[in-house]
């Protein structure tokens, strides 16, 4: 496995490379470490100054990371790209083929504000790997379950794998569960058919199925993590329209994370 963990050497991007190499460990994997900046000058003469400045003080941070994650036994490079973070990141994911992208987030009132609008939000609209990410409170040793949401609407196999691949070594349980808003017997019988089907696939891994009912999906989705406020919460992005729905136009989300929630968006 390969991880890459974008970094501007704050408090969340240093929180986030912790988790990086928790899974590093646990998965055998790489790790590189990533900054990316966009020098903004006044003068074209004092573009070469600036850029050599940054860059120099980027390594020396970069190294210094590395050197520590380094010694506990794990493979790990750096590098220093121009550009913005999103594009920068997203492209290098891309190319290289890495299985992971681990970013903290950004802000202090919330996965909306965290998220949305934010480096790391951008990169999880626009990566086409998944992307893990870390609010700065977040602590790996407080997690009891891996928690993924279920529209249950053509639901595709490669997600899942995706989902087991990526997560089977992080010895947790995994719990499924789908916000009821109103009767379907379609999604009924899909959840039964479902939840089959991944116990038998999957027959090592503690997996269990559970209902939310509410009113509306961002209220279920709320009282859900209220009642599991130990959960890595993870979300399919297949379907772009939804996704923006919870995030871009919720409140009740913004107040049910608060900052401590991890968020694993698999694409």
Known sequence: MKILVPTD??????????????????EKASITLMFAFYAVYDFAAQATEIVNQIESDARKALKK????????????????AQGTVASTVTALAYREE???????????????KALIGSNTGHVIKESKVPVLAVPQNAKWENWTKISTGLELIKEEEKFFNTLFKLTSNFD??????????????????????????????????????VVEESSDVNSGIESYLKKNPGSILVMFYKNKSFFEYLFNRSTSLEMAYHT????????
């Open 9 to 26: 050497f704050s408090d969340n991007a240093n929180n986030a490379l912790d988790f990086a190499t928790k899974i590093a460990l646990k």
């Open 65 to 80: 990371s590395a050197k520590e994650v380094k010694e506990l036994g794990i493979e790990i490079e750096y590098k220093i």
């Open 98 to 112: 890495y299985d992971l992208i681990v970013m903290g987030t950004q802000g202090a009132s919330g996965i909306k």
């Open 260 to 267: 401590h929630v991890p968020l694993l968006v698999i694409k």
């Open 172 to 209: 947790l349980p995994y719990e499924f569960f789908h916000v009821k808003t109103e009767d379907s017997f379609e999604k009924e019988i899909g959840l039964i058919g479902l939840e089959e089907v991944l116990k038998e696939k999957y027959e090592n891994e503690e997996i269990s199925f």
